[in-house]
C-alpha cells in the first residue's frame, strides 16, 4: 500500500493544507456571527464572500499539490556519464533501469490530470457565461432560495447528481441511504407499475413510445450506469420514500411531485445550464450552514 510519509514532503504539504481549512472554517463561523440571521442583505454578501473565500483556497491548495506533483515527476538529471560514448559496446551495455512507479502514484495522477482537465473546463464555462444563461439562472436561483433562507450544496455533475442531492438531505435527516439503493429500487419500482411510466418514454428514432424490451433496457441502465435521472425518476422515489419532492426552478415556480405524502419534502435546484455541462441537480442547505471542506 503506498501510504504518504508524514514528515515527507507530501505529507507536510497535506498537514499545511488541513491546518489552513481549519483556520478558514473558524473565520467563517466568526464571520457568521457577527451577521443577524434576519440580515437578509448582509447574508447574502456574507455567502457570496464565504465562496469566494473556499475557492480561493481551494485553487492555491490545488496549485500547491500541482507544483509539488511536477517536481517529484519531473526530468531526473542524470550524472556520471563520461565522454567517451563512441566507445562503449553497446550490444554489451545492459539497459538503465527506471524507477518504478507504484500502482496507487499512477492512480492518483491519472485522477489529477482528469480533474485538472474537468477543472479547466467549467473554468472556461465560468468566463464564457459569466454573462449569459448559467450566471442569471444562478442569480435567479440565489435570490429564490435566499427568500427561503436556504443555499445551494453543491453536487458533482457526475450523471448520478439527483440521487446524490436525495442521498444528502435524507442522510442529514439521520437516513442511511446510498445512490446504488435508490437507483435498485427506482428500477424496481418502475418496472413493476410499467402502465404508469411507460406511455411517457418515447423513441427518439421513431418517434413510438417504448416497447416492452426498450422500458426493459431503459430500467436496466438506471441500475447499472450513470444515467441521468428525471421526472420519472422523482415520481417513483416519491412513491418508494412516500415523500414529497420539491424541485426548484429559476424560471418557474416549483414542481412538487408525490402532494398525497405528509412527510417534511425533500427540495431540489433544478439548473438548466449548470456548468455549461448541461442540465443539473443540487441539493440545498440552511443559510448558517458551514460547508466542511473535504
Known sequence: MDEVEENSEEGLLI????????????????????????????RKQLTEDIAKLEAELEARHKGD?????????????????TNGVNSLDLESEEPVQQPRVS????????????EKERDERIAEA??????????????????ILLERELQIRQIPSDGH????AIEHQLNER????????FRSQTADYMQNHAEDFLPFLTN??????YTHEEFLKYCTDIVNTPAWGGQLELRALSHILKTPIEVIQAESSPIVIGEEYSNKSITLVYMRHAYGLGEHYNSVENLDTITENS
Not at 31 to 37: F, G, I, Q, R, T
Not at 65 to 81: F, N, R, W
Not at 103 to 114: S, Y
Open 15 to 42: 498537514k499545511q493544507h488541513r491546518k489552513e481549512k481549519k483556520d478558514l472554517q473558524a473565520k467563517i463561523q466568526s464571520m457568521k456571527n457577527n451577521v443577524p440571521k434576519n440580515d437578509k442583505k448582509r
Open 65 to 81: 499539490l500541482e507544483a509539488l506533483s511536477q517536481k517529484q515527476t519531473g526530468p531526473t538529471q542524470v550524472s556520471g556519464i
Open 103 to 114: 500502482k496507487a502514484k499512477k492512480r492518483r495522477e491519472k485522477k489529477a490530470a482528469q
Open 126 to 143: 465560468e468566463i464564457v457565461n459569466l454573462s449569459g444563461a448559467r450566471h442569471i439562472e444562478s442569480q435567479k436561483l440565489a435570490h
Open 161 to 164: 447528481c439527483m440521487y446524490k
Open 174 to 181: 439521520g437516513n442511511a441511504f446510498t445512490v446504488a439503493n
Open 204 to 209: 427518439s428514432s421513431t418517434g413510438g413510445m
